[in-house]
Every structure is written in structure tokens, then in C-alpha cells.
């Protein structure tokens, strides 16, 4: 069961890309990605509701008065995340800031791993989850400075890289803090999927509502989706695989391989995106040094999960 994860951890890492060119056409259609974020976890939402319903698991709601406040809230990440990502591209630059959130999701997913936090299983400071870690870290490390470009700023400012680093940190606390609320509804991780997505939804909306309220540009206009390619609505659903997958496969495998496969698959699935434009984002050369931190991903990932 525990090798089914591996190829499921790499493809639900794979759809993040597919998520992020879904995501810009819907945020260039709409106007705001904040609105665009917002649908896009509506549509995740409804879509784990529906197969929730037709699992016959939907009764495992009934079960959410009894479950611990904390449990609930994992879906909060997600909106920290996009946040941030929305705050730091200016900033840092989309590589390196992807760069620093790899980096903060795989130091969370060892601390998981390492003492058992969260309901995680502890495995203790492993020495080849270390050393596949700080191979991982390599290889983000030559994906960022391999990308060249704009990009490759000068990151001085502490406080955005902190930043960076936490917004990275809290996608595998979320997978750990499903998994509990998984537990909670007695195995049911479509309605666990539901949950999260919804309250992410709420927290997305109450961010977006703030920075209308706080803004004198322009108001979201839905009826720019109608210029929207099809594969634009496919956001919500990259999502709802992704959230799905991870915490599923952590306590079956481990925070930091979860995390890992799920990385790689990420970057693996962005190289194409980069060389050959999909999804009408921009089009550029994968550098030798980059394809080079790829393969350290995918070493470094088996170093965690075999050694």
C-alpha cells in the first residue's frame, strides 16, 4: 500500500503546475487573484462535497461537533500560502521565493517526521532522512540559481524570507493536522478534503473582502471568464487532488517523503511547463544546472524514503 503513494505523491505534485496556469487565466479574467483563489477553493470545495456524497461518506460530517477546534482549521494554510506568494513574487521573485518555500516545507515535513509531532509517527533524527533532506535543499538550491533571469534577485530583507520560509512551512502542518481530523471522521478523507477546502474558502474570502475594502481600483468582473480557456476551471480540482493526496500519504509514508515526492513532481511537471509555454504561461530555456536540481530532487527524496 505504502508504494501506491509514491507514484500518487509525485502526479498530485505534477498538477501544481497544471493548478498555477489554471489558476493565472482565472486571475487574468477576473481581475484580482485574490477573487480568482477564492472560486477556485469554491470549486474544490463542490467538487469534495460531491464525491463525498457519492462515496457514501458524506454521514462522516455528522461526526465534526466532537472533533478538537485545531482539527478543523488546516485549511487556513492554504490561504497563508497564496498570500503569500501573491506578496512575495514582487518581492523576492517567483523562483526564488518557490525556491525558499520548498525549502520551508521540507525542514517542517523533517521536524514532523523527527518528533512525532501532530499525530505524525516518530521516526527520530533519521540520518538518511537528513542527508536526503540537505540533498533536496541542493537541489532547490540549483533549480533557483539555474532558472536565470529577472528573477534571481538579491534577496537582503530578512523579514520576506522569513516569510518565504514559514508560508512554506505550514502546507505539510496542514497535511499532519488533516490527517488527525481524517482520524477524527473515522477514515473519511473526501469529507477531510471538503472540510479543509471550505475553510480555506472562508479564509480566502475574508482576506479578499479585506483587500477590496482597503483598495480603490477596479471590482472583480466575473464575466471576463468568459474569454477563459476551459482547462482555467481546473485549479479547484489540481487542488482538491493535491490537499487529498498529501495528507493521506503522510502517515503511510512520512511528512518529509510526502512532501518530497510531491516537490519533485512539482518541478519535474514545471520544467515541461517552462520549455514548452503550457497553460500560455511564458515560455523559457531549462538550463543544464536546473534539470541538474531536478534530478537532486528526485535523489534526495529516494534517500528519505529508502534509507
Same mark, same amino acid.
Given at each position: ?14 498538477? =501544481? &503546475? ?41 454521514? &462522516?460530517?455528522?461526526?465534526?461537533? &466532537?472533533?478538537? *477546534? ?73 533549480? !533557483? ?7 534571481? !534577485?538579491? !534577496? ?8 518565504? =520560509? ?63 480557456? *476551459? ?67 528526485? &535523489?534526495?527524496?529516494? !534517500?528519505?524514503?529508502?534509507?
Amino acid at each position: 500500500m505504502e508504494t501506491l503513494f509514491v507514484p500518487l505523491a509525485l502526479f498530485a505534485g505534477g498538477l =501544481l &503546475a497544471v493548478q498555477a496556469g489554471a489558476n493565472a487565466q482565472l486571475s487574468k479574467a477576473v481581475g484580482s487573484p485574490f477573487a480568482a483563489t477564492t472560486l477556485q477553493l469554491a470549486i474544490g470545495t463542490g467538487l469534495l462535497l460531491l464525491v463525498t456524497l457519492l462515496t457514501g461518506t458524506i454521514a &462522516a460530517l455528522g461526526a465534526i461537533p &466532537a472533533v478538537k *477546534w485545531w482539527h478543523l482549521v488546516g485549511g487556513t494554510a492554504s490561504a497563508v500560502y497564496v498570500v503569500s506568494t501573491i506578496v512575495l513574487f514582487p518581492r523576492l521573485g517567483a523562483v526564488v521565493s518557490v525556491g525558499l518555500f520548498i525549502a520551508g516545507q521540507m525542514l517542517a515535513s523533517l521536524t514532523l517526521d523527527s518528533f512525532g509531532l501532530l499525530g505524525v509517527p516518530p521516526t527520530g533524527l533519521r540520518v538518511g532522512a537528513a542527508v536526503g533532506t540537505l540533498v533536496v535543499l541542493l537541489g532547490v538550491a540549483m533549480v !533557483v540559481f539555474g532558472q536565470g533571469g529577472k528573477d534571481n !534577485v538579491k !534577496v537582503d530583507r530578512l523579514g520576506w524570507i522569513a516569510l518565504a =520560509l514559514m508560508a512554506g512551512a505550514v502546507l505539510p502542518v496542514q497535511g499532519a493536522v488533516n490527517a488527525l481530523l481524517r482520524h477524527d471522521l473515522g477514515g473519511a478523507p473526501f469529507a477531510v478534503g471538503a472540510i479543509s477546502f471550505l475553510v480555506a474558502t472562508l479564509a480566502m474570502a475574508a482576506v479578499m473582502l479585506l483587500v477590496l475594502a482597503g483598495q480603490k481600483t477596479s471590482r472583480p468582473n466575473i464575466t471576463g471568464v468568459q474569454t477563459m480557456p *476551459w482547462w482555467g476551471w481546473l485549479g479547484g480540482l489540481a487542488g482538491a487532488t493535491y490537499v487529498t493526496t498529501v495528507f493521506t500519504a503522510i502517515p503511510a509514508i512520512g511528512a518529509a517523503a510526502a512532501v518530497g515526492l510531491t516537490v519533485a513532481g512539482q518541478q519535474v511537471a514545471s520544467v515541461f511547463v517552462d520549455r514548452y509555454g503550457w497553460f500560455r504561461l511564458p515560455q523559457r530555456s531549462v538550463s543544464g544546472l536546473r534539470l541538474g536540481g531536478v534530478v537532486l530532487l528526485l &535523489a534526495g527524496v529516494a !534517500v528519505i524514503k529508502l534509507v
